[in-house]
């Protein structure tokens, strides 16, 4: 078992930064790859980013691209999300996930940290 921790969502306004934490514990030796989602109000969850196990492939949904950033410290079983220039389509409850590999199922999530910009 894999225990995702989010931490690092609140209120801000529109072209504000804010960086999101997942700590992982538990099963957490070895190098999950690692995905940021989002889901708003009334819409379906949404890919925002993943990143591999070592660290050294990133993607990213087209909404985000350029603007935000996923990078892990393996040393701290921590992946963050930086994300600047938001916006208020960017509101959404964001989750992070661990999975074996980039090609494999998300298997562990985290309950969610609420990001909310304000125009």
């Known amino acids: 078992q894999v225990q995702l921790v989010e931490s690092g969502g609140g209120l801000v306004q529109a ?20 995905g940021w989602f989002r889901q708003a109000p009334g819409k379906e969850r949404e890919f925002v980013a993943s990143i591999s196990g070592s660290g050294g ?12 950033t996923i990078s892990r410290d393996n040393a701290k079983n921590t992946v963050y999300l930086q994300m600047n220039s938001l916006k208020p389509d960017d509101t959404a409850v964001y989750s992070c996930a661990a999975g074996l590999s980039l090609g494999s199922p998300f298997d562990y999530w985290g309950q969610g940290t609420q990001v909310t910009v304000s125009s």
């Open 57 to 68: 492939s990133t993607y990213y949904g087209d909404s985000v691209k350029g603007r935000f």
């Open 15 to 34: 072209g504000d930064s804010l960086r999101l934490s997942c700590a992982a514990s538990g099963r957490a030796r070895g190098m999950y790859a690692m």
